[in-house]
C-alpha cells in the first residue's frame, strides 16, 4: 500500500511516495482490515488470547497497532494453519465427535 502526499516548492507542485515502513501505526479499523476484516469485538477477543498484538497506548484514550508485529502474528497464524495446528472442525457422526482429520 503506497500513500502519495503533495508539497508545493515554489511554482511545481511535486508529488512523494511514501513507502510504509516498518513501524507504521494503524488505528483500530486498520488493524481489522489487515487481519481480513474482522470485527472489532474479535480483535479485542484476539488480543485477550494472545492470537493479535497488543496495541501501543499513545494517549489516554488512543491506541495503534505497529504493523510489523501485526504481519509476524499474521504470519505466525498461516504457519499454524500449515502445520495443522489450526481450529480444528469437529464432525458429529453416529453420537461420536471426531476430528475431520480423522474422518478423512
Request: charged share 30%.
Amino acid at each position: 500500500m503506497q500513500s502519495t502526499e503533495s508539497f508545493t516548492e515554489g511554482r511545481e507542485t511535486k508529488k512523494r511516495h511514501r513507502q510504509p515502513c516498518d513501524g507504521e501505526l494503524m488505528d483500530q479499523d486498520a488493524t481489522c482490515r489487515f487481519f481480513g476484516n474482522i470485527h472489532p469485538a474479535t480483535l479485542w477477543r484476539g488480543i485477550k488470547v494472545g492470537r493479535y498484538p497488543k496495541p501501543v497506548k499513545i494517549a489516554p484514550n488512543t491506541n495503534r497497532w505497529i504493523r510489523s508485529e501485526c504481519a509476524m502474528a499474521l504470519s505466525a497464524i498461516i504457519a499454524q494453519r500449515d502445520a495443522g495446528f489450526g481450529a480444528h472442525k469437529v464432525i458429529i457422526a453416529e453420537g461420536t465427535k471426531r476430528r475431520h482429520s480423522e474422518a478423512t
